[in-house]
């Protein structure tokens, strides 16, 4: 546990926080979109024919061309087709073709080439009608759950929560839990809103949840409402925080010890202890520096003295975080004044016996 004195200094390296994010293997993914047909895809196949004898029989009626003697193309729509597991579909005269891999444009060149021998100057065109294997897959705290498809765009993550009809709460309550293959991470949907490198590109069989998870900071001691507040806005200062409490008791607070307890990583707290020397006990933390060398988070202790102009200033600067405690001590004198209440009430139970005696 370290205790900080907070100075200039000190709320100039808290300003230089940096919430956990994303792993870079997600922000830096090398994913380019595509339209490559996958297994599972739905795919339309519609042939046209010209001249000659015809291989299928089309659903539009055969038509003059504007050139004298020369027919219209027959459009002729194959049933969907749904690519199976081994990539391919079956197109009559052609057989069982691999489409898996290829783009609509590059399977309809290789149907092409297989009915070429066929009919006449055929011409085939492949339409992605079922996008079922491009997809991602968007729940929890939204307003419409489903599987949203991948386009060329390269959708990110608040594509999805837009696709999703957005989230059910406000976004200071809700956080973002992205699944991806054997990782899992969650952030604040806020904070993903804020940094666009949170919002990273969506891949093929992502989970996007959205998790209501309220932000709260609590508040004790000698104020006028000791209570857990909710982070209502994006952002809280200390010095608001307090406000929210009603500020301190007159008779009771002492503004001069206000404390704020929280846990800071690791890295940052070595950081931290490093910027002002005066604001700590440099014999106890360098006794301790080893102990963060693990990883784990510190728990670090920010004392503020509201007594001096510059306090208030610096409770200004500083932000409060998920599941802070404000604590604003007592004064000296009220000691004093709980001794005096005690005393009263002896004094006061003998004043009483004496007098129902000589009655």
Not at 60 to 88: F, H, N, R, W, Y
């Given at each position: 546990?370290?205790?900080?004195?907070?100075?200039?200094?000190?709320?100039?390296?808290?300003?230089?926080?940096?919430?956990?994010?994303?792993?870079?293997?997600?922000?830096?993914?090398?994913?380019?979109?595509?339209?490559?047909?996958?297994?599972?895809?739905?795919?339309?196949?519609?042939?046209?024919?010209?001249?000659?004898?015809?291989?299928?029989?089309?659903?539009?009626?055969?038509?003059?061309?504007?050139?004298?003697?020369?027919?219209?193309?027959?459009?002729?729509?194959?049933?969907?087709?749904?690519?199976?597991?081994?990539?391919?579909?079956?197109?009559?005269?052609?057989?069982?073709?691999?489409?898996?891999?290829?783009?609509?444009?590059?399977?309809?060149?290789?149907?092409?080439?297989?009915?070429?021998?066929?009919?006449?100057?055929?011409?085939?065109?492949?339409?992605?009608?079922?996008?079922?294997?491009?997809?991602?897959?968007?729940?929890?705290?939204?307003?419409?759950?489903?599987?949203?498809p991948l386009?060329?765009?390269?959708?990110?993550?608040?594509?999805?929560?837009?696709?999703?009809?957005?989230?059910?709460?406000?976004?200071?309550?809700?956080?973002?839990?992205?699944?991806?293959?054997?990782?899992v991470v969650?952030?604040?949907?806020?904070?993903?809103?804020?940094?666009?490198?949170?919002?990273?590109?969506?891949?093929p069989n992502?989970?996007?949840?959205?998790?209501?998870?309220?932000?709260?900071?609590?508040?004790?001691?000698?104020?006028?409402?000791?209570?857990?507040?909710?982070?209502?806005?994006?952002?809280?200062?200390?010095?608001?925080?307090?406000?929210?409490?009603?500020?301190?008791?007159?008779?009771?607070?002492?503004?001069?010890?206000?404390?704020?307890?929280?846990?800071?990583?690791?890295?940052?707290?070595?950081?931290?202890?490093?910027?002002?020397?005066?604001?700590?006990?440099?014999?106890?933390?360098?006794?301790?520096?080893?102990?963060?060398?693990?990883?784990?988070?510190?728990?670090?202790?920010?004392?503020?003295?509201?007594?001096?102009?510059?306090?208030?200033?610096?409770?200004?600067?500083?932000?409060?975080?998920?599941?802070?405690?404000?604590?604003?001590?007592?004064?000296?004198?009220?000691?004093?004044?709980?001794?005096?209440?005690?005393?009263?009430?002896?004094?006061?139970?003998?004043?009483?016996?004496?007098?129902?005696?000589?009655?």
């Amino acid at each position: 546990m370290f205790v900080v004195k907070v100075t200039s200094l000190v709320t100039r390296a808290l300003s230089q926080y940096q919430p956990p994010s994303f792993p870079q293997a997600f922000r830096l993914a090398k994913y380019t979109p595509s339209v490559a047909l996958k297994p599972g895809d739905t795919i339309g196949i519609t042939v046209y024919e010209t001249a000659g004898s015809t291989l299928f029989q089309g659903t539009v009626p055969p038509m003059m061309t504007g050139t004298p003697g020369m027919p219209a193309p027959q459009a002729s729509t194959l049933p969907l087709q749904i690519v199976e597991a081994d990539g391919k579909v079956t197109v009559p005269y052609v057989g069982r073709v691999h489409v898996a891999g290829r783009t609509p444009s590059q399977a309809a060149a290789v149907i092409q080439d297989g009915l070429a021998s066929q009919t006449v100057r055929p011409q085939v065109v492949v339409s992605l009608v079922g996008n079922t294997a491009n997809t991602v897959s968007v729940g929890g705290e939204v307003n419409k759950a489903g599987l949203m498809p991948l386009t060329l765009r390269g959708e990110r993550l608040l594509d999805a929560v837009a696709w999703g009809g957005g989230p059910k709460f406000p976004a200071v309550q809700t956080d973002l839990r992205l699944m991806r293959g054997q990782q899992v991470v969650s952030l604040p949907l806020q904070q993903v809103m804020s940094n666009p490198g949170d919002n990273v590109v969506a891949q093929p069989n992502d989970n996007i949840v959205l998790v209501r998870n309220p932000k709260t900071f609590l508040v004790m001691g000698a104020t006028q409402k000791v209570a857990q507040y909710p982070f209502e806005t994006e952002q809280v200062t200390l010095a608001e925080a307090i406000a929210r409490a009603g500020g301190g008791i007159d008779v009771q607070a002492n503004l001069g010890g206000v404390f704020l307890f929280r846990y800071e990583p690791a890295r940052f707290a070595r950081t931290l202890l490093a910027a002002d020397r005066q604001a700590v006990d440099t014999t106890y933390v360098n006794a301790r520096m080893a102990a963060l060398e693990g990883g784990m988070d510190a728990p670090v202790i920010y004392r503020i003295d509201l007594t001096q102009a510059d306090g208030y200033f610096f409770a200004q600067q500083i932000q409060l975080r998920d599941k802070d405690v404000v604590l604003v001590t007592n004064a000296d004198s009220v000691q004093f004044l709980k001794i005096m209440q005690v005393v009263r009430s002896i004094t006061g139970a003998y004043y009483d016996l004496t007098r129902s005696t000589n009655y």
